[in-house]
């Protein structure tokens, strides 16, 4: 079999250009391209080629040689999530069909060393693999890369996105387009850890580029915007419950953010009435993007200003994405008409690793089905409404009800932090909308009062049958709301006759 052409080729290649400039600096280690690609060398040296590999850590710099050395020798690498319950974890580990796994001793000692017990496989430990030194090219690959992420398992159990070297060539694509077009060196800082695929894609587009990639063990808020300023950071990454918590803090009036030029904020939709107090405190560098495992950048809104008209949008098609919004039946719907959003292009999964019928199920003659509700409106902007599975069907007239407007309208209620809506059985009308709201600082409203609020802004049959005030909404690990979680409180509750929701 011939040896196959490999992308980190192409990318040692550019680290070795880049030389002694900065590529990572993660807390208060600095570690430069130099540095970055020895590594890469040192870590590959000491695996066969097409070596399968799980890999349990976060933050260190050695993860970023760690994948790139596995892909060199057109290996598997499968990130197992830190956060996750043991039992996701284990089972990912032997569902990857690892042939060995790796382990941070600095960072994840004592589970690290569990699951290497319990797994039975050979096992390493990151930082003494990076400290190998770097040896010439591999030679004999004739695998493709790949890469196995775990879904944050909003809507079931967690499945493996599988990414193969398509995806990867077409981030380095990516890179190239970006340089070329005299955008600014970014200096992208990230909040999560290099496990999670929407951390992945701008640290790469960073490096690749020649920025530095940014990454902290832990969030302090005040430590926060002293490395934006002290750093002169150009790029991060927010999700929506982060940025609230932001807007809402005291040290982010005064604190110095003018370096920033791109502030993405993704993960899950982000209410316009937010997004509006975030342009008017960071200024015109508010970037909402739209992305999942499957498909990490689908689109997003550079710049987007402070209109009505498009704060609620995510934007356009990024890169060479194709975006359709499709009926049930598979049919195109035109501009204005919601339906489900399909999508094809180079970042696109190749499948859920072990599982053909779900892959079958979710990609349908090359395009992917992202389970997501919404619509393209005449000037191209999308629109997200709610997830396929998440729509609740209320009112004898079996109504259409979508999370999304719900959730805005709540949150533009000055006494509203933040809100989340679930639909809830009802015998009289299917389903109902039920709202959990977080109320805002030393403000307070009655339910009925924001149930008249969504009313007059929508109508009565979109207005949450039941609020119930929380102290805050449950978040999965990459920090989305978790609706099951809320549907499990509200489960909880009616099974013990009270609340059993925790209180504000």
């Known amino acids: 079999m011939m040896e196959r052409e490999n992308y980190v080729r192409h990318v040692l290649e550019l680290f070795a250009g880049y030389g002694d400039a900065e590529a990572i600096v993660a807390d208060d280690r600095r570690v430069t391209f130099r540095e970055l690609h020895d590594g890469i060398l040192g870590i590959a040296s000491q695996f066969n080629p097409g070596v399968a590999v799980g890999v349990l850590a976060s933050t260190a710099p050695e993860a970023v040689m760690l994948q790139f050395a596995v892909h060199l020798l057109g290996g598997r690498i499968a990130w197992i999530a830190p956060n996750a319950p043991r039992s996701f974890q284990d089972s990912f580990l032997v569902r990857a069909g690892a042939d060995v796994f790796v382990y941070d001793e600095h960072a994840a000692g004592a589970l690290g060393s569990e699951m290497a017990g319990a797994s039975g496989l050979p096992t390493y430990r990151l930082h003494e693999l990076a400290a190998h030194a770097p040896a010439g090219l591999p030679e004999g690959v004739t695998t493709e890369p790949q890469a196995l992420y775990q879904t944050s398992g909003t809507t079931g159990d967690p ?48 490096m690749l580029t020649g920025g530095t990639y940014y990454t902290v063990s832990k969030f302090v808020t005040a430590e926060f915007f002293g490395l934006i300023a002290k750093e002169r950071i150009t790029d991060t990454l927010l999700t929506p419950p982060l940025l609230y918590f932001l807007l809402d803090h005291p040290l982010t009036a005064e604190a110095d ?8 904020v993704g993960g899950a939709p982000v209410a316009a009435s ?9 200024g015109p560098v508010m970037r909402p993007a739209y992305g999942m495992s499957e498909a990490p950048i689908i689109a997003a809104y550079p710049g987007i200003p402070a209109d009505p008209v498009v704060l609620g949008s995510v934007g356009q098609p990024y890169g060479d994405l194709q975006l359709e919004v499709r009926s049930p039946e598979g049919q195109q719907l035109p501009a204005g008409e919601p339906g489900e959003v399909w999508l094809r292009g180079g970042v696109m999964m190749s499948g859920y690793w072990g599982q053909p019928e779900l892959t079958a199920e979710t990609i349908v003659d090359g395009w992917l089905r992202t389970g997501d509700f919404g619509y393209v409106a005449p000037d191209g902007n999308l629109f997200l409404l709610d997830r396929v599975k998440d729509m609740i069907l209320t009112g004898w007239g079996s109504t259409n009800v979508y999370a999304r407007p719900v959730e805005d309208a709540l949150a533009a209620h000055p006494a509203v932090h933040a809100a989340a809506v679930v639909g809830v059985p009802s015998a009289e009308f299917g389903e109902v909308v039920h709202a959990y709201v977080v109320p805002a600082a030393g403000a307070s409203a009655t339910p009925e009062e924001l149930r008249e609020f969504v009313a007059g802004r929508l109508n009565g049959t979109w207005a949450p049958r039941e609020v119930e005030f929380v102290a805050e909404l449950p978040l999965t690990g990459t920090g989305k709301v978790d609706k099951k979680q809320l549907r499990a409180w509200r489960a909880a509750s009616q099974e013990a006759g009270k609340d059993s929701t925790p209180a504000a």
């Open 274 to 282: 937010r997004l509006q107090q975030a342009i008017e405190r960071f």
């Open 257 to 264: 953010c003018t370096s920033l030029r791109r502030v993405n």
């Open 159 to 206: 499945k493996l996105v599988l990414h193969g070297e398509k995806f990867f060539n077409t981030a380095l694509a990516f890179a190239r387009h970006y340089k070329a077009s005299g955008e600014h060196a970014m200096k992208h800082l990230s909040l999560a850890g290099y496990w999670v695929m929407s951390t992945q894609m701008p640290a790469h587009m960073a």
